[in-house]
């Protein structure tokens, strides 16, 4: 039996931030990419058993992917920026000020609605994520399991394809971080 399981990364430990501008979101970006994760986590040990589970460890190549598996001692089997987490557009507006997290919200809903000024569109990131899935499909053929360490949105385009491809859901993810889903083929 093939199995993949899509875990979400580690919360990133982000200064607080104040109310910014749009025009100052693509820095928050940079800095959220830039940020350490947390070490600490309620669901420490879970992770940690589902980590030993396997050889073939993926993770984007984004800080909070890879620091996720250092966390654990873990050396990634692959280092790739397909699964890198879905850009988020931003913009030179400065009339209004509001917490870089409603930022996110709005601009990765105009992201969905086909707005991508300064990133890949959601039209390219459905490709990548197919590609994406290609790959963990591939790896999953050496009858390990096959973790990915990703992010939120690039997992649940990855998660859609698994589910075109017929693969069966056992278990579900939430959105939050060190969550993860598992996705089994029968061969």
């Known amino acids: 039996m093939q199995k993949i399981i899509l875990l979400r990364h580690g919360e990133v430990d982000i200064k607080d931030y104040k109310n910014i501008p ?16 947390k070490s600490e986590f309620s ?11 396997t050889d073939i460890l993926i993770c984007s190549n984004l800080k ?9 001692n873990k050396t990634p089997f692959e280092i790739n920026d397909v699964f890198n987490e879905a850009e988020l557009p931003y913009s030179n507006w400065h ?24 990133c890949e569109s959601y039209k390219e990131a459905k490709i990548r994520a197919k590609k994406a899935t290609k790959r963990l499909i591939e790896l999953s053929k050496q009858n390990k ?3 990915l360490i990703g992010h939120g949105i690039i997992n649940r385009l990855i998660r859609k394809e698994l589910i075109l491809q017929k693969w069966n ?9 060190w969550d993860y889903g598992v996705f089994e083929l029968k061969t």
């Open 95 to 118: 009339l209004l000020k509001l917490n870089p997290k409603v930022w996110l919200i709005f601009f990765r809903i105009l992201w969905l609605l086909g707005y991508s000024k300064n």
């Open 64 to 72: 909070r992917s890879i620091q996720s598996a250092k966390i654990f």
């Open 145 to 147: 399991p096959v973790i």
């Open 169 to 177: 859901e056992t278990k579900k993810a939430k959105n939050k971080n």
């Open 22 to 37: 749009a025009d100052q979101f693509g820095k928050w970006i940079i800095d959220y990419n830039h940020s350490d994760i």
């Open 43 to 53: 669901s420490k040990n879970e992770t940690k058993n589902l980590l030993n589970k």
